[in-house]
């Protein structure tokens, strides 16, 4: 099982950056599949996931609005759409698999059974 997280980069405020999480070993759409991040010197901190069973969607309060997570099955794909990126959204992203997802209860687990590579994410003018 592998998570190849891609899309990083370094984006002005105000600006968009979609990263991109490659599945392999597993189908995404067999797992919970979330985006968490880590900034310096923070608390890892799930951003948003999405529900296997029913592709219902979970975003902390602080994205809300402005991520937006997909999944492309037919590429074995989780993407997470950034918008309206602020200084704050800057930290190295984690994609994960297999963590509690309950966006009716507006829940998501810190823990994960499978995690990929980060991707740097810097906001700043």
């Known amino acids: 099982v592998q998570l190849q997280a891609s899309g990083g980069g370094l984006v002005q405020p105000g600006g968009s950056l979609t990263l991109s999480c490659a599945a392999s070993?597993?189908?995404?759409?067999?797992?919970?599949i979330g985006w968490f991040r880590q900034a310096p010197g923070k608390e890892r901190e799930g951003v948003s996931c999405i529900n296997n069973s029913d592709d219902s969607t979970y975003y902390t309060a602080s994205v809300q609005g402005r991520f937006t997570i997909s999944r492309d099955n037919a590429k074995n794909t989780v993407h997470l759409q950034m918008s309206s990126l602020r200084p704050e959204d800057t930290a190295v992203y984690y994609c994960a698999s297999d963590m509690i997802c309950l966006p009716g209860l507006k829940i998501m687990g810190n823990h994960a059974d499978y995690w990929g590579t980060g991707t740097q994410v810097t906001v700043s003018s």
């Open positions: 070993g597993f189908r995404v759409d067999d797992y919970n």
